[in-house]
């Protein structure tokens, strides 16, 4: 397709289950941020990728999150041990190539842990 | 510490008239400002920006006016139609060091007939 893809678009979680979240960017966008949106609030920025390099994860807010892009193109954002805390609308969002560009988000995922 | 504010959690303007959406922030080293647009249930959508070196930049019915000596900057959206109502937010980067995008917490924009 023509924008970025999100996958699941929705996914329930007992607490404690892990989950995976995946980003399909668009073709030959070399950056890729994911962002954390808490309901009534903004997005929070959570970590990027200029292509398979990781040069930015200090929004992470623990070690329970783990992103990875292994091949500059599909990212995983994967929680562990998932908290009612982390109940949000996982954003994903890529640009063509300098940070500061505009960036074209997907639907977004929305995780609720139960 | 919120580095991008939007102050105003909502605002309902008349068809057909001006809406001015504000925002304020606090980092001084931010070189470059952006709006961006939400519908329920989807991501948000870029609108327009506007680098430091500027003090406005327009795009059809959008207008976006910065004051760097007060770290303010505004939208308007002239004239207003019922596809505006969104909710917008305000973004800003410090774009020379590729640094991320900040976002404020948005401003609701309802458009009454």
């Known amino acids: 397709g023509a924008g970025v893809s999100q996958s699941p678009r929705y996914k329930v979680a007992k607490r404690g289950q892990d989950v995976a979240l995946r980003c399909d960017p668009i073709s030959g966008h070399v950056s890729l941020f994911w962002y954390q949106q808490a309901l009534g609030q903004g997005p929070e920025f959570l970590t990027y990728?200029?292509?398979?390099?990781?040069?930015?994860k200090s929004g992470l807010p623990s070690d329970r999150f783990f992103a990875e892009r292994p091949e500059g193109s599909v990212s995983t954002l994967k929680i562990q041990r998932t908290q009612q805390e982390d109940s949000a609308v996982y954003l994903c969002?890529?640009?063509?190539?300098?940070?500061?560009?505009?960036?074209?988000f997907g639907s977004g995922t929305q995780l609720s842990v139960l | 510490d919120q580095q991008v504010k939007q102050n105003s959690p909502s605002l309902s303007v008349q068809e057909g008239r001006i809406s001015i959406l504000n925002c304020d922030y606090t980092?001084?080293?931010?070189?470059?400002f952006l709006w961006y647009k939400k519908y329920p249930a989807e991501g948000p959508t870029f609108l327009i920006s506007i680098s430091s070196i500027k003090d406005k930049n327009e795009d059809g019915r959008f207008t976006v006016f910065l004051n760097k000596s007060a770290k303010h900057l505004s939208l308007h959206i002239v004239p207003s139609q019922p596809g505006d109502s969104a909710v917008y937010f305000c973004?800003?980067?410090?774009?020379?060091?590729?640094?991320?995008?900040?976002f404020g917490k948005g401003t609701r924009l309802h458009i009454l007939p």
């Open positions: 990728f200029q292509n398979e390099a990781q040069l930015d």
């Open positions: 973004a800003a980067s410090v774009n020379y060091r590729d640094d991320k995008i900040i």
């Open positions: 980092n001084s080293m931010f070189d470059y």
């Open positions: 969002a890529s640009s063509l190539d300098r940070v500061g560009e505009k960036l074209f």
